[in-house]
């Protein structure tokens, strides 16, 4: 009866231990050379549209800053810091949207950086909820922040591509990037290296290096976010 009980066991082994590898292996994965390769590629096949866009955000902020000039140490200095601020967070979410279209070959809509103010306050309350839970996680021996922004930064783009609440948009980007933050790390790293060495490229290569790393990010985003199961 030994014998047989040690056979059965022996044969069942290898299908517990494919089950148990199948469970603790991550369900998300992306590769960053891939990643990087589309922002590169996207950014030389798109280059008019990124140069119309880039000069539409220039021209509004140079208007709100010659109005905010215009009511410097006046009564209503105030209301339109306000005001202002405001508009930067409807031209944020705007951005966010156009971004997301351009990767999935919609044309570039330059309505989308005033057309989505209902999503501003929402936008603005996560961002706050997520900048609080990362400075938190700084505090507490900065490793745990870092991991917090890593799991929770896909936020912004699920509020604004899914028009879900800022709850559960932590709680799909925590799905979207269970058991991948070292690749999610490294990935953040080279971008940060990218966009230093266009920064040292007279300043010049960041006209190439920001859109390269914003729509590999965005890849990303929309890689994970196949990956992870509807809920």
């Given at each position: 009866?030994d ?22 292996a ?6 960053k050379?891939?990643?990087i ?14 140069v119309?866009?880039?000069?539409v ?31 930067s ?9 156009i ?20 999503l ?11 900048g ?13 922040g ?6 929770f ?6 509020i604004?591509?899914k028009?879900?609440g ?7 980007s ?12 490294l990935?953040?790293?080279?971008l ?40």
């Amino acid at each position: 009866m030994d014998n047989n009980l040690t056979s059965s066991n022996q044969n069942s082994s290898p299908a517990a231990q494919a089950s148990s590898q199948s469970k603790s292996a991550p369900s998300h994965s992306f590769s960053k050379t891939e990643a990087i390769k589309f922002g590169l590629n996207f950014f030389k096949a798109n280059i008019s549209v990124f140069v119309k866009l880039a000069l539409v955000v220039v021209a509004i902020n140079i208007v709100v800053g010659i109005i905010s000039g215009m009511f410097d140490r006046t009564p209503i200095n105030l209301l339109w810091s306000l005001v202002s601020f405001a508009i930067s967070i409807v031209v944020q979410v705007g951005f966010t949207k156009i971004i997301l279209d351009l990767h999935d070959g919609k044309p570039l809509n330059f309505s989308h950086l005033y057309m989505l103010y209902p999503l501003a306050l929402r936008f603005l309350g996560a961002s706050i909820l997520y900048g609080f839970i990362v400075a938190v996680g700084l505090i507490l021996f900065i490793v745990p922040g870092v991991i917090w922004a890593l799991k929770f930064q896909f936020y912004s783009f699920l509020i604004v591509d899914k028009n879900i609440g800022i709850m559960d948009s932590l709680k799909k980007s925590s799905a979207m990037t269970e058991g991948i933050k070292m690749n999610l790390f490294l990935f953040a790293f080279i971008l940060v290296v990218i966009n230093i060495a266009g920064a040292l490229a007279l300043i010049i290569g960041l006209f190439v290096t920001i859109p390269t790393t914003i729509m590999a990010t965005v890849y990303v985003y929309r890689k994970l976010l196949s990956q992870t199961p509807a809920k």
